[in-house]
């Protein structure tokens, strides 16, 4: 999932995402991303920002530059080999 909030966030899309999905990322819940855990917060986060395009816009921008901050595409291509590396040792 964290592939996926990653993605969002370096397409500037505001995103709304539980606390799981975004565990490991560095960011700061309200200014970088909305977070939810019931279908209910889901439900309000997302209407809030359908309805308050500002809002929206604030927090796409936000994470945009999160992402361009925090976020280097060879750095977890890198992260990827690694892991593959360490698999195909192991099946080995």
Do not use: H, Q
């Amino acid at each position: 999932m964290r592939v996926k909030v990653l993605e969002s966030l370096a397409a500037g899309k505001a995103v709304v995402a539980s606390a799981r999905a975004v565990e490991g990322l560095d960011v700061t819940p309200g200014r970088d991303l909305l977070l939810a855990e019931s279908d209910e917060e889901f439900c309000t986060a997302i209407s809030t920002l359908l309805a308050d395009d500002g809002r929206r816009l604030e927090l796409g921008a936000a994470a945009r530059r999160w992402a361009a901050a925090n976020f280097e595409p060879d750095r977890a291509v890198e992260a990827y080999e690694a892991l593959y590396r360490r698999l195909l040792a192991a099946a080995r």
